[in-house]
């Protein structure tokens, strides 16, 4: 489910034993409609430390970011990914990163990506997939494609799908600080774990719950 509240208001939930996974706000000025993108450097640093420092996280977030930025406020990144969507706009990837947790890549297949080669071939003929590597070419959520989302930029399901199933067992619990319209804790219930997401936007919370089938916030 979604609580529509700011997650440091419910900060006393118990999140100690859970996987945090999360596409934060950048910071960058996007358009949303309760939430100001354009905080004073420290105000969002605090922002993140809040969610994600000492916990077990996989964050969603510009390259330059990823390299400067969380490392200097959560120490030591466990594993990279580059998330690829050729696109029309300026930026065209942005890096998943690991934090006091790893994915364990053996979890999901994916296509072969020089099918020509007679092992390889051979390989897809006794039903084989290559392993998940570190860049996954996944397009973008376009608008033509949103329906009545009211969310701005929603993730990929196929992003979140693969972030929650290599980076998690069943059962386990998943927590989105900034759950926006709920992509995440879909791919998290479909995959069977528990989870919970915190969105402030009222409208983003309430179409979520009611694409998970909860009705009230």
């Known amino acids: 489910m979604i609580i529509n509240r700011d997650f440091r208001e419910c900060i006393d939930i118990d999140w100690e034993d859970a996987l945090i996974v999360s596409d934060p706000p950048y910071n960058q000025n996007y358009h949303y409609n309760e939430y100001s993108d354009t905080l004073q450097q420290e105000t969002y640093e605090n922002l993140l430390i809040a969610a994600f420092r000492g916990r077990k996280a996989v964050i969603i977030h510009y390259p330059e970011e990823s390299i400067n930025l969380l490392p200097r406020l959560l120490g030591k990144c466990q594993e990279v990914v580059s998330w690829v969507y050729p696109s029309n706009t300026r930026k065209q990837h942005r ?105 402030i936007d009222k409208s983003y919370a309430e179409y979520a719950n009611e694409t998970l089938g909860v009705m009230k916030c």
């Open 95 to 199: 890096l998943v990163t690991w934090w006091n947790c790893k994915p364990d890549f053996t979890k999901l297949g994916q296509a072969y990506k020089n099918p020509q080669d007679k092992r390889i071939a051979a390989r897809i003929e006794q039903g084989k997939m290559a392993r998940l590597y570190d860049w996954w070419e996944i397009n973008q959520v376009k608008n033509v494609s949103k329906g009545n989302n009211p969310h701005p930029c929603p993730i990929p399901y196929e992003l979140a799908y693969r972030l929650i199933a290599i980076t998690s067992m069943q059962n386990d619990t998943i927590i989105d600080p900034f759950a926006g319209s709920g992509t995440i804790i879909k791919a998290a219930y479909d995959l069977k774990r528990k989870a919970i997401g915190y969105e």
